[in-house]
């Protein structure tokens, strides 16, 4: 028989289902068996989760691992356990690998390497077209094969119209999603923050907030076209969430994401010149961030995803121009997230939705709840445990957060993927 | 004079100087060009410092200005370009800072492509920093030295006089100018009032909000004619990849100070222009040699206000106070 593993007495979260209660949660094999009132008698295996809180476990849909190509900011490996410490039980590989995941071969690498991990589970997203150019469609069909969840070319933006609208006819006779970073070039050419006050004190040349959104109008008005399934990746703008917002409402298959840095920072964290407030799309302005946070309320955000981006001193020791993109966020993407409910910006179960069943939903994923029957990923926090971000001590190997030295609330304690703990937070040290 | 607070370690912005600090330097620099109007002009007051002259981006004008500032002071002054991206060398702008470190400079005098630079190598170096022109951010010493310009255009019979209720127009890309970007904020700590007036792709999206004291103009006309100074910036066709305006001609004939126009302005008006100047599309020639401009003592300034700050920064062991007796 199976081995039976009961998580009793924690507080319950499970969105999929309205739940919020203290249950016990028996594990049968790699999959959820049942959700108890009182914890049963038998167990192989008994896990005290009093006075914490237990969800499915968490889905990032947008998460650079590095590998192939740049080992030397992040593997599949270190990406797996970062997530993992980050309560993350799915994780969604972007394809601007080198080489990029534009072929087979490249999908079913990155799928090794995660067998071999054997933390989290890893979905790689392949790319729209031939070397993330914007010009071929890539082999879409023979990448879904391969085990490709959704297509996107990352960060950057397809930005010929025919070949978006080709690529959305493409994919929907695959089933799937494609994903876009939404950036006119010719708006942002040369920006390094978002246009505004805080660029005009800087001095720094801006991104204006319609580079995101002349894309975003582009692509709904393309899926009319269409049909099939657009996702917009880290939206950032008031804009972008009112043209989404909208789209909804007309029944188009429009979904989103919006990452813990957006809604948790604003452009006026550039003050300083440090290159870890330095992403794609910028920081945005405070009412940017005031729009994501009642588009993450009001249902038009589907899902918090982290972007996450390891880079190394070596492409953020530099001017603030020249220095990369991206931030990583793993490993605060939880806590960031709860600090929102401690806030009172976001009911705890619509919180949780956004990690679990919201970005489950974008995939048409069976993970994401802990309905019977589903497989047994979960992630167990303390809600009131406080701790300092010291990314000295993040798993990933890239160091690049904006919130060092933050004092967050709510920590992953464990983390379980089918069934089995792949993660446990041992305290201090991390 | 309040020596406690004026204490300055580096010179990144106008943004970084209170009013106290900014007052030393004017101060400072008049001490210093009465000294550069006597025969003998060099003084032994950083004798055995070393200045470093770190430039990514090319400029004659600028640097010079602050080597020529060293030498007055006796300072041993080197000069280092670095390449405009740092990154094209495989080297960061850590490891040149490192380097530079190496050599135990006094001040590095920094001018860079990239905004922020001078503050990443004031976080990074021990020496004193002096900012030469960072992105389209700020040019300190360019400000300061028009402050002085204008105090010497505003006094009377040798005494400087005040910018307080002074209206000052500054006329041309304001977003692209790191020059308008120190104005901006000094012209207003001086106490006077300041109009920017270009069309509004030269005006920053932000100017309302980060700038909030500034009066916006898109028409030249009906906007300089009261003006106490006027202050035309360089179209820096260089740095300029997206259309801003159409046409040279259109440019100069909106937005250019012509003679007729020039004709219009109050009797003791002054014309500045940082430079180099494109003759005949932001200034006609014949008002960049005319009567009120002050073209020329801008020039004369900065070497006064590049020695005060180098003085200032570098000789911080020196007391301000004791400096005419020193000379």
Not at chain 1, 79 to 104: E, K, L, Q, R
Not at chain 1, 274 to 299: E, H
Not at chain 2, 63 to 73: D, I, N, P, Q, Y
Not at chain 2, 231 to 243: G, H, S, T, V, W
Request: proline share 5%; net charge neutral; with cysteine.
């Amino acid at each position: 028989m199976a081995k039976r593993t009961v998580i009793a007495n924690g507080r319950v979260v499970d969105p999929a289902q309205g739940l919020d209660e203290v249950r016990s949660v028996v594990l049968e094999g790699e999959v959820v068996k049942d959700l108890l009132k009182r914890p049963p008698s038998k167990a192989d295996t008994l896990v005290d989760a009093r006075g914490m809180l237990v969800t499915p476990g968490f889905i990032d849909l947008h998460v650079h691992l590095r590998e192939p190509g740049h080992e030397y900011k992040e593997d599949v490996a270190s990406g797996a356990m970062a997530a993992v410490a980050g309560g993350f039980t799915t994780i969604v590989s972007m394809p601007n690998t080198d080489p990029v995941n534009d072929s087979p071969t490249v999908t079913e690498l990155i799928l090794d390497r995660a067998r071999r991990a054997r933390l989290c589970r890893v979905l790689p997203a392949g790319a729209v077209t031939v070397g993330l150019k914007g010009e071929a469609l890539a082999e879409m069909g023979l990448l879904a094969q391969a085990g490709c969840v959704i297509f996107t070319d990352d960060g950057k933006p397809v930005m010929s119209a025919s070949v978006m609208r080709r690529a959305l006819e493409y994919a929907k006779g695959l089933g799937l999603a494609v994903m876009v970073h939404e950036e006119d070039l010719t708006l942002s050419k040369g920006g390094a923050m978002h246009e505004g006050e805080h660029s005009t004190t800087l001095g720094l040349k801006g991104i204006p907030s319609a580079a995101e959104d002349v894309m975003v109008v582009r692509d709904i008005a393309l899926l009319e076209t269409t049909g099939g399934h657009l996702h917009v990746a880290h939206l950032s703008t008031e804009g972008a969430a009112r043209a989404v917002r909208a789209a909804k409402k007309r029944k188009l298959k429009v979904t989103c994401e919006v990452t813990p840095h957006h809604f948790s920072l604003t452009d006026e964290a550039v003050a300083s010149y440090d290159t870890s407030t330095k992403m794609a799309p910028p920081l945005r302005a405070s009412a940017d961030r005031k729009a994501l946070l009642k588009a993450l309320r009001d249902g038009t955000v589907d899902a918090i995803a982290t972007d996450h981006a390891p880079h190394s001193a070596v492409e953020k020791d530099l001017e603030y121009p020249a220095a990369a993109n991206g931030v990583v966020g793993l490993e605060t993407a939880a806590a960031l997230t709860l600090k929102l409910v401690l806030e009172g910006e976001l009911p705890l179960l619509r919180a949780i939705e956004l990690l679990t069943s919201g970005p489950a939903g974008v995939l048409g994923l069976e993970t994401g709840t802990l309905l019977p029957g589903r497989p047994a990923d979960l992630t167990i926090v303390d809600l009131d445990e406080a701790w300092d971000v010291d990314p000295k001590r993040f798993y990933s190997k890239s160091r690049n957060t904006p919130f060092a030295g933050w004092r967050l609330q709510g920590r992953v304690k464990s983390t379980w993927v089918a069934g089995r703990k792949v993660y446990q937070d041992r305290g201090g040290a991390a | 004079m309040g020596t406690r607070n004026a204490l300055i370690r580096h010179v990144l912005g106008i943004g970084e100087l209170n009013l106290s600090q900014v007052e030393t330097i004017l101060k400072t620099a008049r001490v210093f060009k009465e000294i550069l109007s006597r025969p003998v002009k060099k003084v032994p007051t950083l004798r055995g410092r070393l200045a470093v002259n770190l430039f990514f981006e090319p400029s004659t004008r600028t640097r010079t200005s602050f080597e020529v500032a060293g030498k007055m002071l006796s300072a041993d002054v080197i000069n280092f370009s670095g390449s405009s991206s740092s990154l094209t060398k495989g080297e960061t702008l850590m490891d040149t800072a490192k380097n530079l470190e190496a050599m135990h400079p006094d001040v590095v005098v920094v001018r860079s492509h990239a905004a922020g630079v001078p503050w990443m190598l004031a976080r990074n170096l021990g020496c004193a920093v002096v900012n030469a022109g960072d992105g389209l951010h700020e040019h300190p010493s360019q400000a300061l030295l028009d402050a002085l310009t204008l105090q010497d255009a505003f006094g009377s019979a040798g005494e400087p006089g005040s910018l307080r209720g002074k209206r000052i127009v500054i006329v041309g890309d304001i977003t692209h100018s790191r020059v308008a970007g120190s104005n901006l904020r000094l012209l207003p700590m001086l106490g006077a009032k300041v109009r920017v007036v270009g069309p509004p792709t030269m005006i920053p999206l932000g100017m309302r909000q980060a700038f909030p004291g500034i009066e916006v103009s898109h028409q030249l006309d009906g906007a300089f004619e009261d003006a106490d100074a006027v202050m035309m910036l360089r179209i820096q066709k260089e740095r300029i990849a997206e259309p801003l305006f159409p046409t040279d001609r259109e440019y100069s004939r909106l937005f250019g100070l012509g003679l007729a126009r020039a004709e219009r302005l109050k009797k003791d008006a002054v014309v500045l222009h940082p430079g180099p100047i494109n003759r005949g599309v932001e200034l006609d020639p014949r008002v960049a040699d005319g009567p009120a401009s002050v073209i020329l003592d801008q020039v004369e300034n900065g070497v006064a206000v590049r020695m005060a700050l180098l003085y200032l920064t570098a000789g911080h062991d020196n007391d301000p106070e004791r400096l005419g007796a020193e000379s």
